[in-house]
């Protein structure tokens, strides 16, 4: 590795690795500590603020300041960031710093990613007229309080101290998942009925993480706190209806060759409408209203064309 990339590679690993040693640069790299610190204090001669903690337990770290790193990412990441700026339409206020950082992605981005990333300039993603907008001025507080594990205080319908973990996006809607201060189980938060999000400054004690945070969301959604607890068995295979089905609607539970249909609604009028849609051959386990709500539907339907 000549001296320029190694030096890149520096500011990479300080970047990824914010507080590491110089003995723990020097094993990654493959050179001294000498080395290591000759190249800190070019890269400081440079311009980039480096800020470096003496002792055992100390280390270094990119500081904020007027200078800013060259991008280092590879064509994948390049790849994720430009679908990533093309969905935040999704995010109130920000979608006139997206275009604009687009166009300066695409600007730094190496000749040979170029084609890569005009490919996915023809990638156009409209949200869905019910997706819900989030505020930026809730969203990045939130980013952040999940990267650093701090607590915040969220005002969703009235304020609550949380520990949070991830944040998830689903159907184009961002969803919270967090530990409220004393609870024991983790819960969801729709972020665009977060009104506001501020800071602890502390750490909350939590229980252990869910292993799958999108997967929570998506149980959550299906089968939240509804009115009416919906089962259907329908007469084809599990694997037929997952296509169908995404999981933030409804779970499906095989059974043999058959499988069962569950999921929480507040409006029986709408999952009759929607299992009608599904165009699968089901009966009906409970509510027992529902069977009533699909007949209506279908003498509507006949009524009607």
């Known amino acids: 590795m000549n001296t320029a990339s190694r030096r890149l590679e520096t500011l990479s690993l300080l970047q990824t690795h914010p ?11 493959g050179v001294t500590e000498r080395t290591v610190r000759r190249d800190i204090t070019e890269l400081r001669g440079l311009g980039y603020r480096i800020d470096g903690e003496a002792g055992r337990a100390g ?22 960031v430009s679908l990533g700026l093309r969905t935040a339409v999704t995010v109130d206020g920000l979608e006139t710093a997206a275009v604009t950082a ?11 990613w170029q084609a890569r990333l005009a490919a ?12 819900r907008r989030a505020s930026r001025d809730v969203l990045v507080p939130i980013a952040l309080a999940c990267r650093v594990n701090e607590a915040i205080r969220i005002r969703h319908r009235r304020p609550v101290d949380v520990q949070p973990h991830r944040l998830v996006a689903l159907r184009r809607n961002w969803y919270l998942v967090a530990c409220p201060r004393d609870a024991a189980e983790w819960r969801v938060y729709a972020v665009d009925r977060i009104d506001e999000a501020q800071p602890l400054g502390i750490r909350l004690p939590a229980p252990e993480p869910p292993a799958d945070a999108a997967r929570l969301v998506a149980d ?3 089968h939240g706190t509804w009115r009416h607890s919906v089962r ?8 037929l209806v997952r296509e169908l089905v995404e999981p ?5 539970v095989e059974d043999g060759d058959e499988c069962e249909l569950r999921f929480g609604t507040d409006d029986l009028d709408w999952a009759a409408r929607w299992l009608a849609y599904l165009n699968l051959d089901f009966d009906v386990v409970e509510p027992a209203e529902l069977a009533d709500r699909l007949r209506a539907f279908g003498a509507w339907l006949a ?3």
């Open 19 to 29: 507080g590491i040693p110089a003995a723990g640069l020097a094993a990654r790299l």
């Open 59 to 80: 280390g270094y770290r990119l500081a904020h300041g007027s200078t800013m790193p060259p991008l280092l990412l590879d064509a994948d990441e390049v790849a994720a």
């Open 102 to 112: 687009l166009a300066k992605l695409a600007q730094v981005v190496p000749a040979r």
């Open 120 to 131: 996915l300039a023809d990638v156009t993603s409209l949200p869905s007229q019910r997706s």
């Open 220 to 222: 959550t959604l299906a």
């Open 232 to 239: 259907v068995r329908v007469h084809t295979g599990a694997d």
């Open 248 to 252: 933030s609607v409804a779970t499906v």
């Open 303 to 305: 009524a009607r064309h």
